[in-house]
């Protein structure tokens, strides 16, 4: 809920800005199960290298971000990571049905495994 009304919020940085860096004002904004920082309604007024003031017209949790150089988007690393994540759940199913299919090695250790199999998959 925004009222319009706005509060500082006085943020101390753990190193102080060196020249070309850039300190953001952010808050965690919650999307279902998944989360990113946001910097809708919070905005820099001030501040020096060791401290930022952030305007914001809503409680929320704050952050500080500093960028070192622009950041762009990686297309080569997504894709690693969506390969990887794809190859890991395959692997991961098969593990699973493997543990259930194999009933007569069951013993402990093959149920806990099983377990972290399917926690991991989840």
């Given at each position: 809920?925004?009222?319009?009304v706005?509060?500082?919020?006085?943020?101390?940085?753990?190193t102080?800005?060196?020249?070309g860096?850039?300190?953001?004002?952010?808050?965690?904004?919650?999307?279902?199960?998944?989360?990113?920082?946001?910097?809708?309604?919070?905005?820099?007024?001030?501040?020096?290298?060791?401290?930022?003031?952030?305007a914001?017209?809503?409680?929320?949790?704050?952050?500080?971000?500093?960028?070192?150089?622009?950041?762009?988007?990686?297309?080569?690393?997504?894709?690693?990571?969506?390969?990887?994540?794809?190859?890991?759940?395959?692997?991961?199913?098969?593990?699973?049905?493997?543990?259930?299919?194999?009933?007569?090695?069951?013993?402990?250790?093959?149920?806990?495994h099983?377990?972290?199999?399917?926690?991991?998959?989840?």
């Open positions: 809920v925004t009222f319009g706005a509060f500082n919020v006085t943020l101390r940085h753990r102080a800005l060196r020249v860096e850039e300190s953001r004002c952010v808050f965690w904004e919650t999307v279902g199960a998944k989360g990113r920082w946001m910097t809708s309604g919070c905005t820099r007024v001030g501040g020096d290298a060791l401290h930022s003031i952030c914001c017209t809503h409680f929320s949790t704050f952050a500080i971000l500093t960028a070192t150089h622009p950041i762009a988007e990686n297309f080569v690393l997504t894709a690693v990571t969506y390969v990887g994540m794809s190859v890991s759940l395959v692997c991961l199913f098969l593990a699973i049905v493997t543990f259930l299919l194999c009933r007569s090695l069951w013993t402990v250790s093959v149920t806990l099983l377990q972290l199999s399917i926690c991991l998959f989840a």
